[in-house]
């Protein structure tokens, strides 16, 4: 009898190894674990929303160029006029084709770490060997001094640097940066998910290197649920990174909605103010209490250590409030927890759970 073919014999043994990207289920608690924006929009805003859906042609494809949405990101974004732009499905998407790229037989990818976890997954997705470089302790900096030498041994075709970087919540030193754009035979992508919380961008900078891309989502910005990226930089290589994308991977009901809402910036510049003002109230208050510690943060979560955060982990989501474990990530992240900077209600009862769990 001709046996049955077995899952393990042929999906692909990198991937069958990997662990999908985790997620919690929140059920009813204060959602504090993904980096959202809390804020939705008034009722006026919604009905003008509503109004402008009525226009959409859903029968059709979405404007193959997507001009509108385009246009409209780069006076926002304030995307230099000589550089291309490639739209993603979230910039996960963008990480996905630009490994789909530059992948290769001895094509390395280097990341520092602990950084954002997709790199690591959608390299292991795509095939493309991954070499993670730890950060430096406590501060978080990259270790220049490894990262060059990793970039002489693997001469990588790809470098990401998210900027500000998940989950410890730094821009890394510019200097160090800059060496490593200069010493790398390949691209560096600046990851900027994170733009709209931080002092930094590389945006105004684009043209100084030509092997500096950098890639931005509208998802920490407030529009999680749409699914928008941008990567953005030179037409010499988007061109050919564009050739990975699928034909209309962002959809009409997205398109419009971003256009939308980007032309109503100023209403995400107030929660953003809001967020930050926020930010630094929970991080005195966080740093206030004893046996924690936290590090600054240009994001919109916090990244802080507590003895034994899984148990607190546990307790928080006893209480009703889900943050993000990364302990057991990586081993700078050991005993750390990460908190999403939530309204000022979410944040005091995060609060008040903590003190009373510790
Ligand atoms: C959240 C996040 C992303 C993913 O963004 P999407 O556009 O939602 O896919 C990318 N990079 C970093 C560093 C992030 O934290």
Redesign the pocket.
């Known amino acids: 009898m001709k046996l049955k073919p077995t899952v393990k014999d042929w999906i692909r043994p990198a991937l069958y190894q990997t662990t999908a990207y985790p997620f919690v289920d929140p059920g009813q608690a204060i959602k504090l674990d993904a980096?959202e924006n809390p804020y939705t929009w008034d009722a006026e805003i919604t009905e003008q929303w509503l109004d402008s859906l009525r226009t959409v042609a859903l029968n059709r494809y979405p404007d193959a160029k997507a001009r509108e949405i385009k246009q409209q990101l780069r006076a926002t974004l304030q995307i230099p006029d000589a550089m291309a732009m490639i739209l993603g499905n979230?910039?996960?998407?963008l990480?996905q084709m630009l490994l789909l790229a530059f992948n290769g037989p001895q094509r390395v990818v280097l990341v520092p770490e602990p950084s954002?976890i997709?790199y690591r997954i959608l390299a292991q997705v795509v095939g493309m060997e991954y070499v993670g470089i730890p950060l430096q302790a406590e501060q978080f900096e990259l270790n220049k001094a490894a990262f060059l030498t990793a970039i002489a041994v693997h001469r990588p075709a790809l470098i990401f640097l998210?900027y500000p970087?998940?989950p410890t919540g730094n821009c890394f030193n510019l200097a160090d940066i800059e060496a490593i754009i200069e010493a790398t035979p390949g691209i560096v992508v600046l990851?900027e998910?994170?733009a709209p919380f931080s002092e930094e961008t590389w945006m105004p900078r684009l043209g100084e290197y030509p092997n500096v891309l950098i890639?931005r989502?509208v998802?920490?910005l407030g529009l999680?649920g749409l699914?928008?990226?941008v990567l953005v930089g030179s037409g010499d290589w988007l061109e050919h990174i564009e050739k990975t994308r699928q034909p209309y991977n962002v959809n009409v009901l997205s398109q419009l909605t971003a256009t939308f809402a980007l032309q109503r910036y100023a209403l995400f510049e107030n929660q953003i103010q809001r967020i930050k003002i926020d930010r630094a109230l929970l991080w005195e208050q966080l740093n206030a209490l004893p046996t924690v510690t936290v590090w600054p943060s240009q994001t919109n979560f916090i990244l802080f250590r507590v003895p034994q955060s899984p148990k607190v982990f546990e307790a928080l989501k006893a209480h009703g409030v889900l943050v993000k474990c990364v302990h057991g990530r990586h081993p700078l992240l050991e005993d750390c927890l990460q908190v999403t900077v939530g309204t000022p209600a979410e944040n005091q009862t995060f609060l008040e759970s903590l003190t009373q769990i510790i």
């Open positions: 980096m979230g910039s996960d998407e990480i954002f997709m998210a970087n998940n990851d998910a994170y890639t989502t998802s920490k999680a699914r928008l990226g």
